[in-house]
């Protein structure tokens, strides 16, 4: 069973940065398995927005509204995720949630598919309030 634990969030300004962790574990160490990591977001009243993806280093989509603002990576030793937010924005206010999905080491997709992949996991969220 994989858990995740973001932290990092909390108030800035507008055009001010944050940057979100996100520990994972009971990661399975099984080579056929792989897993899509991702962020979602949360806005009150609002469905869950897939923000950001990786799949692998250097292989992340972005959903528009954060592209060039955003940026995923992972550090696998310590079995950890980031989101580095910059020039943030009143709408960037909401709930941000980290996500694993294990997948096959044959899976040739990109783990957004425009934005629905469906993620197994998720954690209880960190929030992220932006005031001007």
């Known amino acids: 069973q994989v858990q995740l634990a973001e932290s990092g969030g909390g108030s800035v300004q507008v055009g001010g940065s944050l940057r979100l962790s996100c520990e994972a574990s009971?990661?399975?160490?099984?080579?056929?398995?792989?897993?899509?990591m991702g962020w979602f977001r949360q806005r009150p009243g609002e469905e869950r927005e897939l923000l950001a993806v990786?799949?692998?280093?250097?292989?992340?989509t972005y959903a528009e509204s954060v592209k060039g603002r955003f940026t995923i990576s992972k550090d696998n030793a310590k079995n950890t995720l980031y989101l580095q937010m910059s020039s943030l924005k009143p709408e960037d206010t909401g709930m941000y949630y980290c996500?694993?999905?294990?997948?096959?080491?044959?899976?040739?997709?990109?783990?957004?598919?425009?934005?629905?992949?469906?993620?197994?996991?998720r954690g209880q969220g960190t929030q992220v309030t932006v005031s001007s």
């Open positions: 009971g990661v399975s160490t099984y080579t056929h398995v792989r897993y899509c």
């Open positions: 996500a694993a999905d294990p997948v096959a080491v044959s899976y040739g997709g990109d783990c957004y598919s425009e934005g629905g992949h469906e993620y197994h996991y």
């Open positions: 990786i799949k692998a280093p250097g292989r992340t």
